[in-house]
């Protein structure tokens, strides 16, 4: 079946820090990739996707490549803010069941 | 813009009470999920709904588990006899294209069972 398997958490940074939280997939076909941020109290919230290989999704200063040879899509931000301290999953769909990862709390010191 | 809303925000019930979720997902999407999500835990699968039937669930989706879409626009989770392991938030979610479209999730529903 589809998985996606994200690094463990919390990652801990200060603000304008480089971020980078890995995450790669196994799936059958060719899925869409997604990252979702989740700030606390909230619900889940796109933050930025791909579609096929080798496309980047970017929003909000975040970046992931969709790697197909390497079954990878690791979400990356070249200076991080406080602001940005929330849960980030990674998730695919390949059409039956979107599957997320387990998430990572990522949480920006000033 | 347009959102997927959930009731209510939260609730608390007695371990063996029956409890309805319900969700109001964007208008013009065809396919709706639910997820739930234990304190601190991963986005677990629950269920997917297409075309007013159920196309897919997770070992997770039990016989205690029922959904159903009542009505144009409502679609709900029920739960006939709650446990404490239930506790968790639950989110509904939508989408307008299977396969390779996002998921457009709702606030949540906090569920506390005692």
């Known amino acids: 079946g589809n998985s996606v398997t994200q690094m463990e958490g919390p990652v801990t940074l200060s603000e304008e820090a480089f971020l980078t939280i890995n995450c790669t997939y196994t799936?059958?076909?060719?899925?869409?990739l997604f990252w979702y941020v989740q700030y606390p109290g909230e619900g889940l919230q796109l933050l930025l996707k791909a579609t096929k290989a080798d496309d980047k999704g970017s929003n909000k200063g975040f970046e992931a490549t969709y790697r197909k040879e390497t079954t990878s899509f690791h979400l990356e931000k070249g200076s991080v803010q406080v602001s940005d301290s929330a849960v980030y999953f990674c998730?695919?769909?390949?059409?039956?069941?979107?599957?997320f990862g387990r998430g990572t709390s990522l949480i920006v010191h000033p | 813009e347009p959102e997927v809303t959930q009731t209510p925000s939260h609730q608390v019930t007695q371990m063996g009470q029956e409890v309805i979720l319900r969700c109001v997902p964007i208008s013009n999407h065809l396919y709706f999920y639910w997820y739930r999500q234990i304190l601190g835990q991963k986005v677990e699968f629950l269920v997917s709904?297409?075309?007013?039937?159920?196309?897919?669930k997770s070992e997770i989706f039990d016989d205690q588990f029922s959904v159903e879409r009542p009505d144009g626009s409502n679609f709900t989770l029920k739960i006939r006899s709650t446990k404490l392991e239930d506790s968790a938030m639950y989110f509904c979610?939508?989408?307008?294209?299977?396969?390779?479209?996002?998921?457009?999730f709702g606030e949540g529903s906090r569920l506390t069972v005692l």
């Open positions: 709904f297409y075309n007013n039937e159920i196309s897919e």
């Open positions: 979610a939508s989408t307008k294209n299977d396969g390779v479209g996002e998921l457009f």
């Open positions: 998730a695919l769909n390949a059409g039956y069941i979107p599957t």
């Open positions: 799936a059958t076909g060719y899925p869409s």
